[in-house]
Each structure stands twice: as C-alpha cells, then as structure tokens.
C-alpha cells in the first residue's frame, strides 16, 4: 500500500524550487517525498516535518531558526565526511491542505536502508556474513559518526534503519542518516511544556539499539558513548542477521541492556569471533559508560586492530565495487523507513573514561566531547553513574520505577519510543557538561610528534586582555593529553585528501566572494608545490576536526589548547613574557622590521624554535591561527572556576587561537582569542591535533 500524503504536496512545489513527486516514507514525526530540484533538474529528498501546525507564530520562527541551524550542522558534517547525507536546504511553506510545513532537503540516494538488507538476505536464507566483511561493511559509518564524533555532536539513534547502504559510481557505501531533526522538536518549547508543568524530562530512542544511559538517567549522560553501544549492536546484528538485544517489550529490551547477565556477545548470537574482537565487543557493551570506547573512532579502531592480529579462519573481505544487495532506487533522508524519536532531555552524569578494558591503538583514539549543551550551561561537575555491580543487583523482572511514567510512543512498527521521567520539584536539569574524572595511569609516552600535557589546574584568561578574555580564572583540567609538536603541514593534509577522508582547502567562506578567491586563493599554502611542510591554511573547523579524526586524534578545546601554550605559570606567550622577537614567532611586523628578509608569509612548521612552550610545542604563538573544538561564547569567563570546560559548537561561529602571519604580535598572546566563521578557510587559518594520554 503506498504511503498517504497528509500533506497534498504531491504534484506541488514547495519552496519555490522543489517539485514533490512521491511520498516516499512516514514516521511519527515526518514524511519524505522524492522531489525534483526545478532549477538543476536532480532528484532531491525532502521531509516534512508534521505536529507543528498549531504553532504560534514567535514558536514558527524560534523552530526555523534551530531547524536552519541544525541543517547548517548536517551540511558541515557532510562536508568533512562523505559518510554522513548532505543537507542541502531549510525551509517552511503552507501545504496545498492548509498546514505549515517546515521542511529539510537532502541528497537523493539510490540503494537501500541497512535493515532492509539485512531483512532481504535473512529471506534468501543468507543472513550470516563472514564478521571481516561486517567490519568492512559497517566502516563508513564508524568513521563518519567518528567525524561528528570530533566535532561534539553524538547521533543517539543509531540502527541499521539510519545507515544507508547507497550505491555511488558503481560502487556501494554507507551512510549516516537522522542527524539533528530529533533534538529540534525536543527543544521545541510547546511539545515539553506539558512536560515541564508535571516536573518530568523527556527521553527517547529506538529500544532494540538503547543504551543503559537511555533506558534511564541514572546510568548517566548520553553522548558519543551511546553510540559506541549501538554500534557493537549493530556490527553483531549485520554479522549474525539478526537483533542482537533480545526482548518481546520494553521491559525485558531494558533487561537486556542493562543487565550484565544478559549482555549480548558475537559468539552468544552465533557468530565465530576470536577473543581479542570478543573483548573490544564486550567493552564497547559496558552497562557502565565510563567503561566504553569514548567514540566510534576508539572502538573502530581496537576493532580493526583486533581482527588484524587474529583474524578468524575463512573471514572475507568486503568486496567495494559490488552493488548492494536487492539494490533499488531508493530515498535517503531523516526517517525515511518511518522511524521517529523525540531527542532526549539534558543528560545527566560525566564523560566516560576508560576502566578496566583493552588498551586502544593510537589509530583513531580520540577522545569524546560534550554534546547538546547550551553555550550558556554553566559548566559543573555532575554525578557520576553508577558502577556495573549497582546495575548488576537490580531485580532482573523489576519495571524500571519512575521510567514508564507515561505510555511508550511507538513509530509505524519500528520500535522507537519516548519515555517520560519524573523530576523531584525543584530538582535543577543537569547541565550537559564535561565532569571531573580522575585519569587512570599513562599507559605509554607520546610519540616523537606530540608532546604530553599533565593533567592539572591553571589560570585561564588575563586581566590585561580584552573582553573577552576577562575575568581570568581557574580552570582543572582532569586528564592528561598529548599535543602535536607543530601545526599540521601542508603534506600530512594532503596524505588525508588523497585517502578521501578530507575535503581539499581552498579559500572559501560565507563571505568569501570570487574576487577573494582570485585575488587571495594563491596565499592559501597548498597551492605552493615548495610548501609541504609549511602548514596548512585555508581550512574550516570541519575540515580540521575531520583531519584530526583521520589521523586517531581530535581538536582540542579551547583549555587545552591555553593550557598547552602557557602551562601553570601564567605567562603571556608560550615562551614567557617577552615580546616576540623574529626567533619567536612568525607574526605581521611594521615595515622595515623583516626578520631578515623573510617577508610575509608562513614559514616551515617548528622554524622559531625559540617560542616553545613550557612542554615544547612550537608555533603556539603565530604562523597560522589555529582551530580548536569549542564554539565561540564572550561570557563564559565570567561563569567562574570551571572543569574540563567545552562550549558545544553549534553556532556559527567557532574560535580561532594562537595569531599568524598576518596579524600583529598582540594577537599571538597565549589568551587571545579570534572569534571566527566555522565555516570559513581563510590564508592563515590552520591547527594542530591532541589526543587523550589515558
């Protein structure tokens, strides 16, 4: 029976510019049409989103703009991975029956969703696969939930029915679908204020694929973690063909995932796997989230580290130019296969550390950001969840109390639900913030490029310095990282380029015009064959944080990075408190003060090697302006002494650190700070990457 059409758009257009052929998929929350791009005459997805007619007009605009702002956070994502489906417009218009649409374009894709395959090949009796060729399979997406990883953004919601298996140029890969729409009808004021007034916090996801952390707020926050969770979920399901948590309810879904007893296991669902993949899978399934892979890159990366070294007999590989199977042309967007979820309410707990598991291979062992959190939550240390044992002497046939307070919301058969619990009056919302954790010893020292940070406590900011520089204040930073000896260079960029998994810089912004590009593009540093190891410039936060991810690292926030240019002690630059002389720091000077000729421009990473920092660092102090994780926020000095702080970027500004070539020695200050487009790759925008030490 083909889909229904609540909304009349088919055979109108909408927006001006995208004529609506078919309804291609319903859920609870939206319908997706295949359409037509007038203007360019290519096939295009578009979702409509529903239950948000009734709205009042100052709620249509607030929704507009986090519905534009969260399209802005898909298009980026897409951007540093072609893994992740691109957003390409936003919009509102009154359908042909009268009601306000707020709608989100996106790519078309041809092929299939993951569960259908999986649904198709259990059919033909082949639902088993070799767990090398699920590995193989299942790579895109880790990578690219990896990338989002690295930007602070965790999915929440992943299953085979958001991953995509598209067939691009005669060859088949996966894609990540459903970023962002759920957290913008959460936030939606008039769909949790009947919340608000009964004391309660909405959360939801699909419950074959929940984590603890999901099930209930006392196992601590969701963040990337829980995706680390479904995904081992779904590597076991593509391996074996079937569901790997076991249940007939929610009841018995929530024992499943939170009961070590019944912990699922690649060999438990009948899938041969040595003991090195048995453990990565069973700590990426920690009841604790402390006790997982921290991002889909940590855990991708133990796991191909595992199979490499022990490699079950007869494990084949996944062949990449083969289509999918039962390929048919097909619509790739939000909740396409009719699945909804309303995003989960603030989460509670801290960012997970690593407890009692294998050490992870240095390939992508990125640590996990913050995610969801408003720049203006005030960053304190929340509770931490509890450990396995607590979990493990719950009644095995208890219902969750306070959980179900309210009834499960299930989408069109696909099992996704929303659960509604009660908050004591006056009970504060957690902040959604990075905790206090003690570090676990350092397991090795950092390799000959990067230089170690100690965990510790220092002054962060001046009270000389600008505004948004004030006041200085005490910042702990609770876990030891290492930081790349120099900035990245053009050669390690390119390295990351040619093996697809970054974007080519170039000079390019919101506001960068052609005459930019013409006129400056030739300064970007890759475009000079004689600067490979000059660093790169011309970069966007997206394409450093993909960078970053490539190489088994990440961006660091903003304290680390100040914490990494100044150390303890409170100096001015990263050498001390001298102003920068030529053997210091590449910085803009007045006329007639060169450095001897060197002139304007960029010069090879680590040449003033007289302006390392107190670890030995170099060019923390100009070169190129230098990226880091957070997003731009004035105020949040003024909020205090603050732990492992991070402002979520989701803004549309991020914060560039560190000055360049082109800017005066004032801005190398080790606490300067440049507000800047995240989107923009400027001549002397660069970075360089950390990595947790732990």
């Not at 009601?99 to 299939?112: A, F, K, R």
């Not at 962060?460 to 260079?489: N, Y």
């Not at 053997?583 to 000077?589: E, G, I, L, M, P």
Request: hydrophobic fraction near 40%; charged fraction near 20%.
């Amino acid at each position: 029976m083909a889909p229904s059409d609540p909304f009349g758009w088919v055979g109108a257009t909408i927006g001006g510019k995208y004529r609506l052929d078919a309804v291609v998929g319903e859920g609870g929350f939206g319908v997706v049409y295949r359409g037509q791009h007038l203007g360019f005459d290519e096939p295009v997805a578009v979702k409509c989103l529903k239950l948000l007619g009734s709205l009042a007009p100052a709620e249509r605009a607030s929704f507009q703009r986090m519905l534009l702002d969260e399209g802005r956070l898909l298009h980026r994502l897409s951007r540093a991975s072609a893994g992740i489906v691109q957003a390409l417009d936003t919009g509102a218009a009154v359908s042909p029956s009268g009601e306000w649409t707020p709608y989100l374009v996106l790519e078309w894709l041809h092929g299939v969703p993951l569960d259908r395959e999986i649904a198709e090949r259990r059919a033909r009796g082949e639902a088993a696969r070799p767990l090398a060729e699920a590995v193989a399979l299942l790579a895109p997406a880790a990578y690219a939930l990896d990338v989002a990883h690295a930007q602070g953004v965790a999915h929440r919601d992943v299953k085979p029915a958001n991953l995509f298996l598209a067939e691009i140029g005669g060859r088949r890969t996966l894609k990540v679908l459903d970023f962002g729409i759920a957290k913008v009808l959460g936030e939606l004021s008039s769909m949790t204020q009947a919340m608000a007034e009964t004391g309660s916090a909405l959360r939801a996801f699909t419950v074959h694929y929940g984590a603890p952390e999901q099930f209930h707020h006392r196992f601590g926050a969701t963040g990337p973690w829980t995706d680390v969770f479904a995904l081992a979920l779904v590597l076991i399901e593509v391996a074996s063909g079937n569901r790997a948590l076991l249940g007939s309810d929610v009841t018995q879904l929530y024992i499943a995932a939170t009961d070590p007893a019944f912990r699922p296991s690649l060999g438990g669902a009948g899938v041969s796997a040595p003991d090195a993949v048995e453990a990565v899978v069973r700590r990426a399934l920690a009841i604790d989230p402390r006790e997982r892979y921290r991002t889909a890159g940590e855990l991708w990366g133990a796991l191909e580290a595992a199979m490499a070294t022990a490699a079950p007999a007869g494990a084949g590989a996944l062949a990449a130019g083969s289509p999918p199977a039962g390929a048919a042309p097909g619509a790739a967007a939000l909740g396409v296969s009719g699945t909804e979820r309303v995003a989960a309410g603030p989460p509670a707990g801290e960012l997970p550390t690593s407890v009692g598991a294998p050490p992870t291979p240095s390939l992508t062992t990125i640590r996990g950001l913050a995610t969801s959190a408003p720049p203006q939550a005030a960053p304190q240390p929340a509770s931490p969840p509890p450990t396995p044992q607590a979990a493990r002497a719950a009644p095995r046939r208890r219902l969750f109390p306070a959980l179900v307070s309210a009834a499960a919301l299930a989408a069109a058969g696909a099992g996704a639900v929303a659960f509604v619990r009660h908050r004591a009056p006056g009970e504060a919302r957690p902040a959604r913030v990075l905790g206090g954790l003690t570090a676990p010893p350092l397991k090795a020292p950092p390799p000959p490029d990067m230089v170690r940070m100690p965990a510790g406590r220092f002054t962060m900011g001046s009270a000389k310095g600008g505004k948004s520089e004030r006041p200085p204040h005490e910042v702990t930073l609770t876990r030891a990282f290492d930081v790349d000896r120099t900035e990245v260079t053009v050669a390690a960029y390119q390295r990351c380029v040619e093996a697809g998994r970054c974007t080519p810089s170039g000079l390019h912004g919101p506001r960068a015009t052609d005459a930019d590009v013409e006129q400056r593009g030739a300064l970007c540093t890759a475009a000079d064959p004689a600067k490979s190891q000059h660093p790169i410039s011309c970069v966007d936060q997206a394409q450093a944080a993909a960078y970053c991810a490539f190489a088994g690292k990440r961006l660091p926030t903003e304290a680390e990075w100040e914490y990494a240019a100044r150390g303890a002690d409170g100096r001015e630059y990263p050498w001390g408190n001298e102003p920068p002389g030529c053997a210091h720091a590449v910085v803009s000077r007045p006329p007639g003060q060169d450095c001897g000729g060197r002139g304007r421009g960029t010069q090879e990473v680590g040449s003033a090697k007289a302006g390392a920092s107190p670890a030995g660092a170099l060019d923390m102090a100009g070169n190129v302006w230098e990226w880091v994780a957070d997003g731009w926020d004035p105020g949040v000095y003024a909020r205090g002494a603050q732990t492992d702080p991070l402002v979520p970027a989701t803004g549309s500004r991020g914060v560039l650190r560190g000055g360049s070539w082109d800017f005066s020695a004032s801005t190398a200050k080790a606490t300067f700070r440049l507000a800047y487009d995240r989107e923009a790759g400027d001549v002397s925008t660069g970075f360089r990457c950390v990595r947790s030490a732990d």
